[in-house]
C-alpha cells in the first residue's frame, strides 16, 4: 500500500523556522520525483518545491532562498526546511510523489498525496 505520511508542522512566529518530514512507503521512493505543495482555505493547491530522482530542485518564486527541499533515499524520507517563515506561509503542507516532475507540478490530479500537515505562522 503506498502511503506518504507528513510531520513537523505546528505554530511558529514570523521569521522562525520549522523542518516538514515526509516518510514514504509501498514504492521505490528513490525512483520518484518527491515535492511539497501547500493549500489554504478557497484556494487551489499550489505547488512550493520538488527534487528529483537526481537531485534536481525546483521552487516556486516565494519560497526561493527561505525554503530548501531535500530527500534521504536510504530514509525513503522527504524534508522541507523552511526558514524566514511569514504569515502568508500558513497553510496545510502536503507531500506528492509522481514518476515525472513535470507532470507533479501541472497534472496534480495524478499525484500521490499525503494526508497534510498544517504549518502556522504568527505575525
Known amino acids: 500500500q503506498v502511503k506518504l505520511v507528513e510531520s513537523g508542522g505546528g505554530s511558529v512566529e514570523a521569521g522562525g523556522t520549522r523542518r516538514l518530514s515526509c516518510v514514504a512507503s509501498?514504492?521505490?521512493?528513490?525512483?520518484?520525483?518527491m515535492g511539497w505543495f501547500r493549500q489554504t482555505p478557497g484556494k487551489e493547491r499550489e505547488g512550493v518545491a520538488s527534487?528529483?530522482?537526481?537531485?534536481?530542485?525546483r521552487y516556486t518564486e516565494s519560497v526561493k532562498g527561505r525554503f530548501t527541499i531535500s530527500r534521504d533515499n536510504s530514509k525513503n524520507t522527504l524534508y522541507l526546511q523552511m526558514s524566514s517563515l511569514q504569515p502568508e506561509d500558513t497553510a496545510v503542507y502536503y507531500c506528492?510523489?509522481?514518476?515525472?516532475?513535470?507532470?507533479?507540478?501541472?497534472?496534480?490530479?495524478?499525484?500521490?498525496w499525503g494526508q497534510g500537515t498544517q504549518v502556522t505562522v504568527s505575525s
Open positions: 527534487i528529483a530522482t537526481n537531485g534536481g530542485t
Open positions: 506528492a510523489a509522481r514518476s515525472n516532475c513535470g507532470r507533479l507540478w501541472s497534472a496534480t490530479m495524478g499525484n500521490l
Open positions: 509501498g514504492y521505490v521512493f528513490g525512483d520518484y520525483c
